[in-house]
């Protein structure tokens, strides 16, 4: 099976070279809460590894600039990538960010080469993120990924059928999916290339390295017949604005946060879902790119609700904005999730109001109160309800 593949090597330090400035002639450190995400090959070289905190990466390399990624803005961007690809194939396979692959099998009748294909695919990437993405084309995903990972950003490498052993054969074996106790032994034995781990008795490397190895000894042969998998992973629902001119004025906000909702929930009702979870990306005149993460109490589908959730938000924007872009997630169903009233039952609530009425009697009114919802999707606790003192219904 024809495969392609795109490849955008180091995504994170790609996407924050071109988006977030972080410097291009210098060694870099992205870190998420404090901890290393990625960095650069001379942070690499120097005993960086992502995990590390932000101390310990300094001391290893004392040079690098470190600098916080927003991550949720290049995951939402991808995701973004993969909805673009849809229309070139229904099945798009993405282990993980910078990496993608569809069937190119059967798009004859659009493109007329593969390299017009490449080059329409690599189009479609350098318009969806800004970046360009090396491109391989050929037999099985093994291959087309290596071809990817080979091919120059905006380069399309193309495989032919029959030559995957003979373009295989100089490339590392690091490619293959063996673990780092694997590839320190062929190390040790001097195995560098495919070729020569493909030279390897195939029992050998079964009975050396179990399963994986054999596995891996077929690939570096170029015969891999893995079908493509598309993860049927939850699609967000997101929507993105660029505003004119900067904002601060709430009301003006406010329409323009409405305007991005009314889709966004009329497609949720469409399909009957309700989203638990709101991410706002804010994008500001002064200043870099806030990003807000708010859980619901409950899933909803009303514009209202998410507006007033979003605006609590906006109200805390330290400067003017320029952009937004709302993502909703934790999509359930309509009808699940929701909170029943407590006391439904007229009789049950008039007992309690009795009760209630009682003990006033006898501890004076004043040691009771009733809380009351004034705001239930409130960022804070103690804006959502208020006390008020209880007073006998006469």
Not at 13 to 39: D, F, I, K, Q
Request: glycine share 8%; net charge negative; hydrophobic share 40%.
């Amino acid at each position: 099976m024809r495969v392609l593949c795109l490849s955008i090597n180091d995504f994170w330090l790609a996407w924050a070279r071109a988006h977030e400035h972080a410097p291009s002639n210098r060694s870099v450190v992205l870190t998420v809460g404090g901890r290393v995400h990625a960095c650069s090959e001379e942070a690499g070289l120097a005993g960086v590894r992502p995990g590390q905190t932000e101390r310990v990466a300094l001391a290893r390399c004392p040079e690098a600039c470190i600098q916080e990624l927003e991550e949720e803005r290049p995951r939402l961007a991808w995701q973004q990538l993969l909805a673009a690809l849809g229309r070139f194939s229904p099945l798009v396979e993405s282990p993980r960010e910078g990496i993608a692959c569809f069937p190119s099998a059967g798009l004859e009748r659009h493109y007329r080469t593969e390299m017009q294909l490449g080059l329409a695919v690599g189009q479609t990437v350098k318009e969806s993120l800004g970046l360009a993405a090396g491109i391989g084309i050929a037999d099985g995903k093994f291959v087309a990924e290596a071809a990817a990972s080979r091919a120059y950003p905006g380069q399309v490498l193309i495989v032919p059928t029959g030559a995957e052993r003979y373009f295989l054969q100089e490339l590392p074996v690091s490619l293959l999916p063996l673990d780092e106790e694997a590839q320190r032994q062929l190390r040790l034995l001097g195995i560098r290339t495919l070729e020569q781990y493909s030279d390897l008795p195939y029992d050998a490397v079964q009975s050396r390295f179990g399963r994986s190895g054999g596995e891996s000894w077929h690939r570096a042969r170029g015969a891999d017949k893995r079908p493509l998998l598309c993860h049927q992973q939850e699609h967000p629902l997101w929507a993105t604005a660029s505003l004119d001119d900067p904002v601060r004025d709430q009301t003006l906000l406010a329409r323009a946060v409405e305007r991005l909702l009314r889709p966004l929930c009329e497609s949720l009702q469409r399909e009957g879902l309700a989203c638990q979870e709101v991410l706002l990306i804010t994008e500001l005149e002064k200043g870099p790119a806030v990003t807000e993460h708010h859980v619901l109490q409950e899933p909803t589908a009303d514009p209202g609700r998410l507006l007033t959730t979003i605006m609590a938000l906006l109200s805390r924007m330290p400067a003017a904005v320029q952009g937004l872009t709302v993502k909703l997630s934790g999509l359930t169903r309509l009808e699940a999730g929701h909170q029943l009233d407590l006391f439904v039952d007229r009789q049950l609530a008039a007992d309690l109001d009795a009760t209630l009425a009682a003990l006033a009697v006898r501890y004076g009114a004043d040691c009771f109160q009733r809380a009351r919802a004034i705001s239930p999707d409130a960022l804070l606790p103690e804006q959502r309800f208020t006390y008020e003192r209880f007073r006998m219904m006469p």
